[in-house]
């Protein structure tokens, strides 16, 4: 690749400008990636997280990512979190469902899918989270209320919301949920 600059739609996805990002630094010439209308944010600072562990230089005006060319990845040793999105079906099932789930190396990270402990609470869940020791502990069969959640930062999270909603009292309302049609399937 060559480098350049780009005007990308962050509203569609955020993957687009991860993968951006991680490419860019492997060009023969600088680039720069002019982001408009982003959501989905937290996807965008994980990447960004990980290529400065990594020993990449990424600098940040306003909605604009500048990447120098010509750099070398160096990260000889990387923990991956635990995957919020993925516990969020666990974690919510657990809570509808008369059980008691202990989820251990839940450590706080850069994800935003760590939301979904604070919307069942929310909802009226039996959920503690000790960050400290990365532990989430639910216990179900409390009755849920409806809620309203948006997930413009945390579309991930819609489908897990949408099943929660069903078995809640009241209404539960998912705002700005447009580009979750958007993602690797549609989630609507």
């Known amino acids: 690749m060559k480098g350049g600059s780009c005007e990308i739609d ?5 993957q687009f400008i991860s993968a951006l990002l991680i490419a860019c630094p492997l060009c023969d010439k600088p680039s720069e990636i002019k982001v408009r209308n982003l959501k989905s944010s937290p996807y ?11 020993g990449i ?3 940040i005006k306003n909605s604009t990512y500048v990447v120098p060319p010509s750099q070398t990845f160096s990260l ?3 923990t991956v979190p635990s995957d919020f999105s993925s516990a ?10 008369p059980s008691r789930v202990r989820l251990v190396g839940m450590f706080p990270s850069l994800q ?16 503690h989270w000790d960050r400290e020791k990365g532990i989430v502990d639910v216990r179900g069969g409390n009755k849920l209320k409806g809620a309203v959640v948006d997930v413009s930062q ?4 819609t489908p897990t919301v949408a099943a929660l909603g069903v078995h809640a009292e009241g209404v539960t ?16």
């Open 10 to 14: 962050g509203g569609i996805s955020s």
């Open 44 to 54: 965008v600072d994980m990447t960004l997280d990980i290529l400065q562990k990594s």
């Open 57 to 59: 230089e990424v600098l």
């Open 76 to 78: 000889s040793t990387y």
């Open 88 to 97: 969020s079906y666990i974690l919510a099932a657990s809570s509808i469902l």
């Open 112 to 127: 935003a899918d760590e939301r979904i402990v604070d919307v069942l609470r929310e909802m009226g869940a039996d959920v």
């Open 154 to 157: 945390c579309p991930d999270l």
């Open 173 to 188: 309302v998912i705002e700005n949920a447009s580009h979750v049609r958007l993602k690797e399937t549609d989630r609507i």
